[in-house]
T-cell receptor
Framework: QQPVQSPQAVILREGEDAVINCSSSKALYSVHWYRQKHGEAPVFLMI?????EQKGHDKISASFNEKKQQSSLYLTASQLSYSGTYFCGTSPRGGGADGLTFGKGTHLIIQP | EAGVAQSPRYKIIEKRQSVAFWCNPI?????LYWYQQILGQGPKLLIQ????????DSQLPKDRFSAERLKGVDSTLKIQPAKLEDSAVYLCASTLTTYNEQFFGPGTRLTVL
């Protein structure tokens, strides 16, 4: 079951904040966040595990609400380099190295 | 450290022709994945290998797609015969350990005419 991401697209000014949500109808064990720039491969941002804590590095952080089967990615004080498409990938099993089911993505455009 | 290598980067074929893609994962990565990414969508898992064994191929269209990973290192994905709807970017990824990031290669962009 493909996770649902919202919003589909966001346009921000440099320095503004953004929140991207990822929801699943199935119980999740892990949620992975990736960013993909046009014509490039997806790049890993972070992974959140069931029972784990909120994660973050630099000005990008994420949370995982197991009861709601939902994860949110927070980008604060956005920079031009944050532009791209953000995908959440989910794994319902605790296999650790499972292949992921990705959402359709959220397009983020940061304007100067 | 070298990343995931894929070739070719681009391929244009006509429908009903055959095509093969090659992937060399990061050295030491036991788990290898092939994803299909259609324009405007997220990657879709086609097959997952652990060493040279198949872990998950539930979404692989086995009537036309095949994949192998000989010796547990590089892998080949084949489409025979290709259909128009196979036009996509085929991404190879690998991972070293459990609950770790998947490293993606640059992908092969396939256009079927």
């Amino acid at each position: 079951q493909q996770p649902v991401q919202s919003p589909q697209a966001v346009i921000l000014r440099e320095g503004e904040d953004a929140v991207i949500n990822c929801s699943s109808s199935k119980a999740l064990y892990s949620v992975h966040w990736y960013r993909q720039k046009h014509g490039e491969a997806p790049v890993f941002l972070m992974i959140l595990l069931k029972g784990g804590e909120q994660k973050g590095h630099d000005k990008i952080s994420a949370s995982f609400n197991e009861k709601k089967q939902q994860s949110s990615l927070y980008l604060t004080a956005s920079q031009l380099s944050y532009s791209g498409t953000y995908f959440c990938g989910t794994s319902p099993r605790g296999g650790g190295a499972d292949g992921l089911t990705f959402g359709k993505g959220t397009h983020l455009i940061i304007q100067p | 450290e070298a990343g995931v290598a894929q070739s070719p980067r681009y391929k244009i074929i006509e429908k009903r022709q055959s095509v093969a893609f090659w992937c060399n994962p990061i050295s030491g990565h036991a788990t290898l994945y092939w994803y299909q990414q259609i324009l405007g969508q997220g990657p879709k898992l086609l097959i997952q290998f652990q060493n040279n064994g198949v872990v998950d191929d539930s979404q692989l269209p086995k009537d036309r797609f095949s994949a192998e990973r000989l010796k547990g290192v590089d892998s080949t994905l084949k489409i025979q015969p290709a259909k128009l709807e196979d036009s996509a970017v085929y991404l190879c990824a690998s991972t070293l350990t459990t609950y770790n990031e998947q490293f993606f290669g640059p992908g092969t962009r396939l256009t079927v005419l």
